[in-house]
């Protein structure tokens, strides 16, 4: 009964752990979007869509050759997921476990593993389905990234709510990835889950610690590269101000996009 009770605490404690860490992540990323990796990378790919957009012809194999190979990244992990389900139903209905395994420490019943391998299974599955669908967006940017929109519209308003739209697509595809990437960072607590509750107890300390530094962006504010000339003329400074004032105002529509 002991072991049972490691079970029942430890097991709802460590999950709870992982998900007051993701609520907190998520509400970090749409209130201070430029202090956060997923924010920050989000912001630099509406430029970059916009960048690619400004002349088809000279960056479009550059923007479809990016996007094939996020398209790879995200069939990889497709394929690992749905492969390794495979494996984990193989072994449910195989009647996996041995209940006197001394490396075992907790609840050593079939039922225990029965759900145990379940979690696992469900934790790959949904980074299966959550590829693919990042597989869909990318599909969709590769096409809407070369469409010539200087030139089917005539107004800059329309210019900036069609490079707007290519941006979302994009960042959808890249949010359903880094979702898909989740998937398997909990699986590995799980799979600690069926030596006992205590290794997956530890192990979402430890993985809560690593993913803190791979979310948070350290680096405060946006860098501004300084003119290294000192008597540059009166017309230059106008300019370099105007632009300075157009990127504000992009990143900030860009932040603002991020809530949508």
């Avoid at 430029?47 to 990016?66: C, H, I, P, Y």
């Avoid at 495979?86 to 759900?115: E, H």
């Avoid at 860098?223 to 300019?239: G, K, L």
Wanted: hydrophobic fraction near 45%; charged fraction near 20%.
């Amino acid at each position: 009964m002991d072991k049972k009770v490691l079970d029942y605490t430890l097991v709802p404690s460590g999950l709870f752990i992982m998900m007051a860490y993701h609520a907190w992540l998520l509400h970090r990323i749409v209130k201070h979007p430029d202090k956060t990796v997923v924010g920050v990378t989000a912001i630099n790919r509406r430029f970059w869509v916009r960048a690619m957009m400004e002349d088809v012809s000279k960056n479009g194999v550059l923007a479809v050759q990016t996007l094939r190979n996020n398209i790879m990244a995200s069939t990889l992990l497709a394929s690992t997921a749905i492969t390794l389900s495979s494996l984990i139903a193989v072994l449910m209905t195989s009647g996996y476990g041995n209940q006197s395994s001394l490396f075992i420490i907790g609840d050593r019943s079939k039922f225990s593993f029965s759900v145990k391998f379940f979690a696992i299974l469900v934790c790959f599955l949904v980074a299966f389905l959550l590829n693919v669908q990042s597989i869909r967006y990318y599909s969709h940017a590769s096409i809407l990234i070369n469409v010539p929109y200087r030139k089917i519209s005539q107004h800059q308003r329309q210019h900036q709510a069609m490079a707007d739209y290519v941006a979302k697509t994009v960042n959808r595809g890249s949010y359903f990835w880094s979702l898909g990437l989740r998937g398997f960072y909990f699986s590995f607590p799980l799979f600690l889950w069926i030596f006992g509750p205590i290794p997956m107890f530890l192990s979402c300390f430890a993985l809560v610690f690593m993913l803190y530094f791979l979310d948070v962006s350290f680096e405060s504010g946006w860098a501004v590269e300084a003119s290294d000339d000192d008597d540059d003329d009166d017309d230059d400074d106008d300019d370099e101000e105007r632009k300075d004032e157009e990127l504000g105002s992009a990143m900030m529509i860009s932040i603002g996009g991020l809530n949508d």
